[in-house]
């Protein structure tokens, strides 16, 4: 999806639309993933739940390049959930993808997602990839819905080798956590 385009959603309870991100939705995009990171203290990572959101600078600077977008509830246009993306290796890469926990299964990760492929797919890129918890619920059994697939160590390639590098020395477990990729033509 290109600069300036949205894309609308329709769900049981709520119209969302996807938008780029705007420096002013940065508090929201915080609070979000705080809220939403407390989802870990139930699956045994409460050290995830106890990280701090990603700072100001850093998510200005996703907003800035053009490589964030949030949902948003017609209500009041409410952020409701936010990606970030990268390019590694190449390929579009989800650096980060949060929702509200009060709008979970709505199917609103699913199009950030799919926003990150279109903006892929527009500049060219064959492939999404992302790194994730093998085990916990919403992430690798999730992402293989969405058409992800499993990327084992040798066939990773270098800048998605030195990522993983950088979460193990943050204190992720290398064991608990898997890259994936898709394609960039896949859509749900």
């Known amino acids: ?11 049981a309870m709520d119209d969302v639309t996807i938008r780029p991100a705007r420096l002013a ?7 979000i ?17 106890g990280d701090e959101p990603l700072p100001t600078g850093e998510m200005a600077a996703y907003i800035e390049a053009g490589r964030a977008w949030v949902a948003t509830a017609e209500a009041g246009g409410r952020v409701v959930g ?24 709505r199917r609103i990760g699913s199009r950030l997602i799919d926003t990150v492929g279109d903006w892929a797919m527009a500049h060219q890129m064959a492939a999404l990839t992302l790194t994730t918890f093998r085990e916990v619920p919403w992430n690798a059994p999730y992402y293989e819905r969405l058409g992800f697939q499993a990327v084992e160590d040798g066939e990773r390639g270098p800048e998605l080798v030195a990522l993983m590098g950088r979460e193990a020395a943050h204190g992720l477990e290398p064991a608990r956590r898997v890259a994936m990729i898709r394609g960039t033509s896949i859509s749900t």
């Open 1 to 11: 999806m290109g600069e300036g385009m949205t894309r609308r959603i329709g769900t």
């Open 82 to 105: 936010y990606v970030l993306a990268d390019v590694v290796d190449g390929n579009g890469h989800v650096e980060q993808v949060s929702v509200h926990p009060e709008l979970a299964g």
């Open 33 to 49: 993933e705080i809220v939403a990171g407390r989802a870990f203290i139930d699956v045994g990572l409460p050290e995830i739940a």
């Open 25 to 31: 939705d940065i508090r929201d995009m915080q609070h």
